[in-house]
């Protein structure tokens, strides 16, 4: 079956740095968009970042634009999210997503991972 597995979150500093990981087997990784979602207490989840299946496009929420970077390794089946500058609003549980379609929606995502927390203190 599909798995994503994400890691890489933790506590860090306002100003600080995260690399999140997420890795996926039981499925044609090469064929799959990526995306990278958050949910903060009490908030809906939202769109951070998106990578093509070749990973020639991406695309970011204005909010994290010039602070965060989206990649992949096709080859080890890896997506990552490179957070610089984090601050306190940044903090939520992450999740990956694999979905056909490069888009901000998380409808349009087929599989989930089960989230790593990220905690920025100010």
């Known amino acids: 079956q599909v798995q994503l597995v994400e890691s890489g979150g933790g506590l860090v500093q306002a100003g600080g740095s995260l690399r999140l990981s997420c890795a996926a087997s039981?499925?044609?990784?090469?064929?799959?968009?990526m995306g990278w979602f958050r949910q903060a207490p009490g908030k809906e989840r939202e769109f951070v970042s998106a990578?093509?299946?070749?990973?020639?496009?991406?695309y970011s929420a204005d909010s994290v634009k010039g602070r965060f970077t989206i990649s992949r390794d096709n080859a080890k089946k890896m997506v990552y999210l490179q957070m610089n500058s984090l601050e306190p609003e940044d903090t939520a549980v992450y999740y990956c997503a694999a979905g056909t379609v490069l888009t901000y929606k998380s409808a349009a995502y087929n599989y989930w991972g089960q989230g790593t927390q990220v905690t920025v203190s100010s």
């Open positions: 039981g499925l044609t990784f090469s064929s799959y968009a």
């Open positions: 990578i093509s299946s070749t990973g020639i496009s991406t």
